[in-house]
Structures are given as structure tokens and as C-alpha cells.
């Protein structure tokens, strides 16, 4: 499939089937993460694979929503501020959540590549998954991605809209 097929496709996955994810396909789904590109590669991101079933359940509690609870598996993305490189021409801006968000996209999109589904989680609690997952006062989590076999019979596909290129494009 062509990588514009592949994106087309992907959707953002709200029902899993209660299989469990093989570990290899979790190992591949974080190789294709860590080779992301970040800036001057510092490769700030922090993965937390959490597949235990009570880590799994505090971790709900940072966003409580029943289709959550489906995923066998979550992904955490995090960044850690002490390696994220900051903008130091004007306003150090830390870069590290572009790092993370481009390393998470490749999550989204080798998932999919082998028929895994996955939703880009931002509205949680970060106070409780800081503290769930231990992290560091220099760690941050970005997103959780649910991750899992799709459940055909529940999913939902939306349609998926986007502006043009006309609306969303300047040419100077």
C-alpha cells in the first residue's frame, strides 16, 4: 500500500477486540517510532508500553471513557525537557512536543500498516498519569494510544473531511 493509501485509511479507533497485541508487532510499532526525525536528533520522546492490567486501569482514570477500556494495550508518549532542544534565537520554545508528536504519528502509522488500530488520546489527566507511570518531573506525557486488534462490528469509520489544498495553502 502507498504511504497517501495507508493515511487515507487510517482512522481513529474507538472499539478493540480483547486480544492481546503480539510483542513483536509492538517492537516494530517502536522502531518505526524511534526512527523519526527530531530536532538536531536529540530524540526526546520516552515510550511506556503498559500492558499490565492494573497499571492499565489507573491509567483509565486519566481518561475515563468505556471505549478506552477495550484497548488491550496503551502506548504512552512522553518527552523529557532535559534532552528537547530549544529555539535559543528568540523565545526558547522546547521543541520537544513536535518531537514527540512526529514519533507518534509514525506510532499511528505503522499500526495500521499491520492492522492494528489506535486513537491519539490528548484530553487525560497528566497529574494522574505522571504519577501512575512514576515520571520524573522532567518526563511529560504527550498521548496515549490506545492500541489493538480493531473490532470491525463496533468501530465506527468516520467520514473523513478535509479542507483543500486551496483553503489551506498559500503559494508566494
Known amino acids: 500500500m502507498k504511504l497517501k493509501e495507508l493515511i487515507e485509511s487510517r482512522y481513529s479507533v474507538r472499539a478493540y477486540l480483547p486480544r492481546p497485541v503480539e510483542e513483536e508487532k509492538i517492537n516494530y ?17 520516552r515510550f511506556y508500553v503498559v500492558r499490565s492490567q492494573d497499571v492499565m486501569k489507573k491509567i483509565q482514570e486519566s481518561y475515563n471513557r468505556e471505549w ?11 518527552k523529557d525537557s532535559t534532552v528537547s532542544w530549544k529555539r535559543t534565537t528568540s523565545d526558547n520554545k522546547d ?18 500498516e499491520i492492522g492494528l488500530g489506535t486513537c491519539w488520546v490528548c484530553n487525560f489527566n497528566p497529574a494522574i498519569l ?5 515520571l520524573s518531573t522532567n518526563i511529560e506525557p504527550i498521548a496515549i494510544f490506545p492500541l489493538g486488534y480493531i473490532d ?7 467520514d473523513k473531511k478535509r479542507s483543500s489544498l486551496s483553503e489551506i495553502t498559500k503559494w508566494i
Open 68 to 78: 478506552f477500556k477495550t484497548a488491550p494495550t496503551h502506548i504512552v508518549v512522553c
Open 152 to 158: 470491525e462490528e463496533k468501530s465506527f469509520v468516520p
Open 29 to 45: 510499532i517502536l522502531e518505526c517510532a524511534r526512527m523519526a526525525p527530531s530536532a538536531c536528533n536529540l530524540q526526546p520522546w
Open 130 to 134: 505522571s504519577e501512575v507511570l512514576d
Open 95 to 112: 521543541f520537544g512536543d513536535v518531537d514527540a508528536a512526529i514519533a507518534a504519528e509514525h506510532i499511528c502509522l505503522s499500526a495500521a
